[in-house]
């Protein structure tokens, strides 16, 4: 999730949706994808995204409602799926599904009490996980609609910074700051909401806070990221002044006579992290919307007036920004 104070530190500006037509965007999969599942969970009527055998796959109803935004501007995303988990992220992710497990008790316990049905969604939308269900599914369904895949070694956020970087995509698309650290020289923010995205700017963050890539990632390790706890009391504005004085994470430590465990790998994590560069994708979409709607419907039972709008747009805007395309 990163450091949401980073929002301070970071040059950020509206982006008209207008704007990005023609572009490709790296999306890191499971931080779109959650935020698709969790608002499907809590609008819709759970027996609309679950199967008669009891599986959950309300991530193709978010799928099919959250893809014509994108394609309706003729932006291209290429979603960048997680590999392993970084060693020590373990206590981050451990926090979260035991926070998890208390929305879980209290679902359970609203549903015995017999609490209204906005109450019960709001505890089903926090509860939500990527399963391995939904991993698979949001995977053939989005080659059923010959929307690009590329699978990360590790983070999928470092590996669309990564792409980024090498100029294979125009963007990264993340909600995370995280991807500032990461590198990426150009993230969309907002992508999933109902209005214009935001565009977090690299270079010009570095210019305006007067910090190098190294000097920012050292004011974030200060503040606190999800590998490790910040020092107690230095938040964005003491960082950076902090890195600035004294040229470094470690001299800033010295200063305040304070340490961070594995302070070296957590850099190294942000400056160096485990990507690839064996991918390669077309970004000329041609999508089955049949086949599409038939793995939905079909297979998987989610009923047509839930996606079939969806459906619709999806075909209109592949069908017209390729007819732009050749004009």
């Known amino acids: ?7 301070q530190l970071a040059t950020i500006e509206t982006t008209p949706f207008g704007d990005l037509g023609g572009s490709v965007v790296a999306v890191d999969a499971h931080n779109w994808l959650y935020r698709y599942l969790t608002t499907t969970v809590r609008f819709t009527s759970r027996s609309a995204y679950t199967t008669d055998d009891g599986e959950e796959v309300a991530n ?7 893809l014509p935004t ?6 291209t995303p290429v979603f960048v799926f997680d590999g392993g988990t970084a060693e020590l992220k373990g206590d981050e992710i451990d926090a979260r599904r035991e926070q998890r497990e208390r929305y879980e008790d209290e679902l359970e316990t609203a549903r015995e009490d017999g609490a209204d049905a906005a109450e019960i969604s709001t505890l089903e939308s926090r509860t939500q996980r990527l399963t391995p269900t939904i991993q698979e599914t949001t995977r053939e369904l989005l080659a059923r609609l010959d929307v690009p895949i590329v699978e990360a070694p590790a983070e999928g956020e470092a590996q ?28 969309l923010r907002g ?18 806070l007067g910090v190098s890539w190294e000097g920012l990632v050292d004011a974030a390790i200060l503040m ?41 790998r957590i850099r190294r994590m942000f400056l160096d992290p485990a990507v ?20 939905v ?11 079939e709008r969806g459906f619709e747009r999806i075909e209109t805007a592949t069908v017209q920004t390729g007819l732009d395309r050749w004009s």
């Open 297 to 307: 419907t079909e297979e998987w039972e989610v009923p047509i007036d839930q996606v």
């Open 224 to 264: 606190g990221t999800d590998f490790n706890d910040g020092i107690d009391g230095v938040g964005p504005k003491t960082a950076i002044e902090l890195i600035r004085e004294h040229g470094d994470l470690r001299g800033a430590l010295d200063a305040r006579g304070e340490s961070i465990a594995h302070a070296d």
């Open 191 to 208: 992508l999933t909401g109902s209005g214009d995205p935001e565009c977090m700017d690299f270079e010009r963050t570095l210019s305006d």
């Open 1 to 7: 999730m990163g450091n949401a104070d980073l929002r």
């Open 70 to 75: 994108l394609l309706e501007h003729d932006v």
């Open 160 to 187: 669309a910074a990564h792409m980024a970087r090498r100029g294979d995509a125009d963007y990264a698309g993340s909600e995370d700051y995280d991807a500032l650290l990461l590198g990426a020289p150009r993230t």
């Open 276 to 295: 690839t560069d064996d991918y390669e994708y077309d970004t000329d979409i041609t999508p089955d919307v049949a086949a599409a709607e038939r793995y």
């Open 60 to 66: 193709l109803i978010g799928v099919v409602r959250g």
